[in-house]
Structure formats: structure tokens, C-alpha cells
């Protein structure tokens, strides 16, 4: 390995130089200067992992290969957790299983997230938006994750499941621990992770008994009463793992990129007036954070066989790492990949990844950030970070752990 114009450099085979990158080492920093220039000097990168695609037109091919497939179920494996609660519900949870048993859950699971419900739970949304902000906004300074971000992105998954809202704790609590596992520590961390998932299964086999008695008009009860009458629906089992995932997976990516959100608009302040200043442009607001500031900093892939792409051999079990933050502001994609969201022909984005696992949750994800961010731009300006912030590893699943604000009421 040698270091050439800041960048470590390592021969993959013969003749073949790549930029080198060890993305568990918790000083890799997706958003710096030596990514920056790995992406202008070549495509793909070299890891402790495997391999790292930094560019948006590859990204986007190779998100459709089908010669990958979703590469995160070795994630445990990789980290030497090998059994235990988590290790059973990870090996058979949505995001990681292949071929028609991931089409039928997939399958039976799209009508809870379909673009048609994330319209209509816009008005639900909006009303716990207006209490929360109404909460914090006579303040003047808060922690954003502790008061806003957290409590507004576990209510929306309660509304969106129809659960009671005053859980939202220890759900929240639940799924934060459950997101240990996504960092490069799990094995450090695997005993609370599995109590968390231990508590999360009691909690919704509770619910799924309660609905099972008692069906009411939402999410889960459909579930159940299509689990107990149908033969073409899910098993208890796949039912409660698939619960349990959304609630994790919702929740925590919610409120990182909540907090991403405001990082990027305390950035680009003129961008966040735009937006207080005309409210039909959230969505595309939403989806230039997205794009620049994501919180899904790399989709994750696995070759299933041997291939060629673009010069190079992967072999059968590399994993290969498709960079989001890179790809979204590349400058061949995006001439000018400062955040403008009056811009309106952009390119799309990878945060919700792509192919046969793009995130299911994305219309209910946009739905409930896009009511947030438009009702905090209406009640807040002049933001600005007041005391020390802490962030998780800029890697993987990234977002602010504290994230304390002053701002000023707008009138
Ligand atoms: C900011 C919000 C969110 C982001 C950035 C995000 C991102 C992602 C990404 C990158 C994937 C993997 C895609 C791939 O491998 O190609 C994924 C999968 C998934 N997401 Fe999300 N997600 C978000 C919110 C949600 C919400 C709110 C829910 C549920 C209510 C959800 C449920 C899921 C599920 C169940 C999968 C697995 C899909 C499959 O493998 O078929 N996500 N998400």
C-alpha cells in the first residue's frame, strides 16, 4: 500500500492500483476530502470489506446486478456474533432474505406502505408535527434528537401501525439499542442488543394477541386477521419478525435523518428560508437531504457468483459497499451538487437503495419527514448548534446522537 495525493493506494491485481479505504476504523469520514478525491481518480475502491463503488453511474448499475444480492446478512457473521436472539431475527428478517420467500413477505407486506396510505396518514402526521413543534418552539433552545427528532419519528411509526403513542419510549429505547448492531462494535454490544429484541418480540407478540382478540381498523390487525384466515398470508412468526423490523427500521433511520436534515439547513440557511418562504417546495427540500446528507451512508451487497464489471473481477462473497453521499454528489451526475432545492431536474438519489430491496417504508419515510420539515420551517430561523454535538461513526447507518440548537420564533 502506498499513499498517493492523500489517499491510500493498494494493488488489487497486477497492473490494477484502486484508492484504499478502512470503513470500520471509526475516523473514516464518508463526507471528507480523501473521498472526495478517491471518487475523482477512480470508481471503486478497495476496503477492509471488499470493494466500495463511489460513483453515481455505477451505483446505479450495479444496485440492478443480478449478480449481488443484498449483502447484510453476513453483517453478524463478519463481526464474530455467530447465534443469539439477534443473530435468529437478522438471518430471517426481509431485508436479508433472497428469492420468492422475500417476493411473498414483500408481497403480502406493500398494501401498509403503499404510496395511496402514506397520503392519507399526511393529516395524522401533521397533527403530531404541530404538538411537538408547539412544545419546543417558545424556547428557543433544545436538544433536537431528545425533543423533536426521536419522540416525532417513533409516534409517526405508532400512527403508521397503528400502536398507542404513549410507547414511544420504550419502542424508541428498543430500536436504539437494536441499531448497535448496525455499527462495526456489535460484538461488544451483542448482550443488550439481544435483550432488546428479547423485550421488542414480547411487546408485539403482546400486540399481535391483543389485535388477534380485538381487530381494530389498522396495520397490524389486517395482519393478523389475513394471518389467522388466509393461507396465502404470513406465519405468526414472519409476522412478528416483519413488526419488529419495521419498527426498527423505521424509527431509526427516521429520526437520523431528521437530525441530518437540520444539520444540512443550519449549513445552508438561505436554502431553509426558501423553503419557510414557500412550503410546496419540501419534497424536493426532503429529497436534496436526502442526496447530500443521507443517513444510509452505503447500501449494502454481496456476489452472489463470480463476474466482471467495468475492468474488474469480483469473486463469489465479496462484499461490495455502493457509497450513497458519494454517488449523490458526484459532479458527473450532478454538475452542481450543492444542496438547491429550486433546482428541479435532478437525478436520483440511492438512500432508499434500489432493485428488489428498495426500502419498502420510503413513501411513509417521505410522508411523515416532509410534513416535520415543512412545520419547523414555518416556526424556526437562525438555527444554529449551541454546545457540543455527538454523532455516530460517519458510516453505515450515521446520524446525531445529541444535537442541541438555539433558534429564533419566526414570526
Ligand atoms: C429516512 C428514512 C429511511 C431510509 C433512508 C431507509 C433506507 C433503507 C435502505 C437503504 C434499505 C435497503 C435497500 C437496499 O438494500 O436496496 C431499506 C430497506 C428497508 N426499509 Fe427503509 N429506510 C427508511 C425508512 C423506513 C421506514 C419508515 C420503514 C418502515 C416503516 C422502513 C422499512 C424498511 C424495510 C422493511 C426494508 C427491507 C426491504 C426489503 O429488503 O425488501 N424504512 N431502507
Redesign the pocket.
Known amino acids: 500500500m502506498n499513499v498517493l495525493r492523500g489517499i491510500s493506494v493498494t494493488q488489487v491485481s497486477p497492473g490494477i492500483d484502486m484508492p484504499y479505504f478502512n470503513i470500520a476504523d471509526p475516523s473514516f469520514a464518508m463526507q471528507s476530502e480523501a473521498v472526495r478525491r478517491a471518487r475523482d481518480e477512480s470508481w471503486i475502491a478497495k476496503t477492509n470489506y471488499g470493494y466500495a463503488v463511489l460513483r453515481h453511474a455505477e451505483v446505479g448499475t450495479l ?1 440492478r446486478n443480478t449478480s449481488l444480492s ?1 449483502g447484510s446478512a453476513q453483517w453478524p457473521e463478519h463481526h464474530g456474533v455467530h447465534s443469539g436472539s439477534f443473530y435468529q431475527w437478522w438471518s430471517k428478517n ?2 436479508v432474505l433472497e428469492g420468492t420467500e ?1 417476493t411473498r413477505i ?1 408481497r403480502l407486506l406493500n398494501p401498509a ?1 403503499s404510496p395511496a396510505r402514506a397520503r392519507k396518514l399526511k393529516a395524522d402526521f401533521q397533527v403530531l408535527a404541530n404538538e411537538l413543534v408547539a412544545s419546543i418552539v417558545e424556547r428557543g433552545s433544545i436538544e433536537f434528537v431528545n425533543d423533536f427528532a426521536a419522540p416525532f419519528a417513533t409516534r409517526a ?1 405508532c400512527i ?1 401501525l397503528g400502536l398507542p403513542e404513549e410507547h414511544w419510549q420504550f419502542i424508541a429505547d428498543r430500536a436504539d439499542t437494536i441499531g448497535l448492531a448496525l455499527s462495526v462494535n456489535i460484538n461488544e454490544e451483542i448482550q443488550q442488543i439481544d435483550t432488546a429484541v428479547d423485550e421488542l418480540y414480547e411487546f408485539v407478540e403482546t400486540l399481535i394477541q391483543e389485535r388477534r382478540e380485538n381487530p381494530v381498523d389498522d396495520v397490524i390487525s389486517t395482519l393478523v386477521t389475513k394471518s389467522s384466515t388466509d393461507s396465502d398470508s404470513l406465519s405468526p412468526e414472519e409476522l412478528r419478525n416483519a413488526i419488529v ?2 419498527l426498527f ?2 424509527m431509526d ?2 429520526r437520523n ?1 431528521l437530525g441530518l436534515a437540520i444539520q444540512t439547513f443550519m449549513h445552508n440557511p438561505q436554502e431553509w428560508e426558501k423553503l419557510a418562504a414557500d412550503p410546496t417546495l419540501v419534497d424536493r427540500a426532503l429529497e436534496e437531504v ?1 442526496r447530500v446528507n ?3 451512508r452505503w ?2 451487497r454481496e456476489a452472489v457468483e463470480d463476474f466482471e464489471f467495468n475492468g474488474v473481477h469480483f469473486e463469489k462473497g465479496t462484499t461490495v459497499h455502493l457509497f450513497t453521499a458519494s454517488s449523490g454528489t458526484d459532479i458527473e451526475a450532478f454538475p452542481n451538487p450543492e444542496i438547491d432545492i429550486s433546482e428541479k431536474d435532478r437525478k436520483a438519489h440511492f ?12 413513501h ?2 417521505k410522508a411523515d ?1 416532509s410534513v416535520a420539515l415543512a412545520t419547523l420551517a414555518a416556526a424556526m430561523t437562525d438555527i444554529q448548534l449551541d454546545g457540543a454535538d455527538e454523532w455516530l461513526p460517519d458510516s453505515g447507518n450515521t446520524g446525531p446522537v445529541r444535537l442541541p440548537i438555539r433558534f429564533t420564533k419566526r414570526s
Do not use: N, S
Not at 438512500?351 to 420510503?362: D, E, L, R, S, V
Open positions: 444496485l443484498q426481509l431485508l422475500h414483500r406502505f411509526l403508521m423490523l419495521m427500521g423505521g433511520t427516521t435523518q436526502l443521507p443517513t444510509t447500501v449494502t438512500t432508499f437503495g434500489g432493485g428488489k430491496h428498495q426500502c419498502i417504508g420510503q411513509i419515510a419527514m
